[in-house]
């Protein structure tokens, strides 16, 4: 297992377009985090699930904003309607229950 | 909820000298403190942890320092070299879980 993997790395999109980003996480982890960093800032949590359950969303997760983790593997965010606040890093983490984040290089989304 | 606070938000150092980054946390029931170090078009990478039983933890030229009662701890960086130039993250959790970040300290090791 090579760590985090996200995809894409970068992704420009018009306002108005629906995106959605994967993160393959550590096979052995069953905790999987999706953050938000915009420029000069730390992360900001937006959800986490335990294997296929969606735990906790912060109330950064706005209606346009998606996450789904099927059969408690791979996990998707998917953003509806973008908009030009919503160009930011977008870091997934995964983890086992009380370590540390093993995160993934994140996917940047420009919105123009 | 937790709140993270995080000085200096810049800091310069000789290669050689020692860095010191500090970081205060409000919710006095948060017991996991990681540090994370971030280089440019990377992810945060976990470079050392405190749990709140313990007071200090080294790890070669890093260590961490935690201090529950006046709820802040600091990260030590001694003899710096130019590659651990870099952004660096403190965070603060309950058991490990929704990690609350602090603002991060752009540090510079001149050469």
């Known amino acids: 297992d090579t760590g985090v993997s996200q995809d894409p790395r970068h992704k420009i999109t018009k306002r108005g377009q629906n995106v959605t980003f994967r993160c393959d996480p550590i096979?052995?982890?069953?905790?999987l985090y999706w953050y938000r960093q915009t420029l000069g800032q730390g992360p900001e949590f937006l959800t986490y699930f335990q294997n296929e359950a969606q735990l906790e969303k912060s109330r950064l997760l706005s209606d346009r904003f998606s996450a789904e983790r099927p059969k408690g593997s791979f996990s998707t965010l998917e953003i509806q309607r973008t908009e030009q606040g919503d160009s930011a890093m977008y870091l997934c983490?995964?983890?086992?229950?009380?370590?540390?984040?093993?995160f993934g290089s994140g996917t940047r989304l420009t919105v123009v | 909820g937790e709140n993270v606070e995080q000085h200096p938000s810049t800091l310069s150092v000789q290669e050689g000298d020692s860095a010191v980054i500090k970081c205060t946390y409000s919710d006095s029931a948060s017991n996991y403190f990681p540090w994370y170090k971030q280089e440019l078009g990377k992810g945060p990478q976990l470079i050392i942890d405190i749990r709140s039983n313990v007071g200090e933890k080294k790890d070669q030229r890093i260590a961490v320092t935690l201090n529950k009662t006046a709820k802040h701890f600091s990260l030590h960086i001694t003899e710096t070299q130019p590659e651990d130039s870099a952004v660096y993250f403190c965070a603060a959790s309950l058991y490990g879980q929704n990690f609350v970040f602090g603002p991060g300290t752009r540090l510079s090791v001149l050469p």
């Open positions: 096979s052995e982890h069953n905790r």
């Open positions: 983490a995964s983890t086992l229950p009380g370590d540390g984040y093993t």
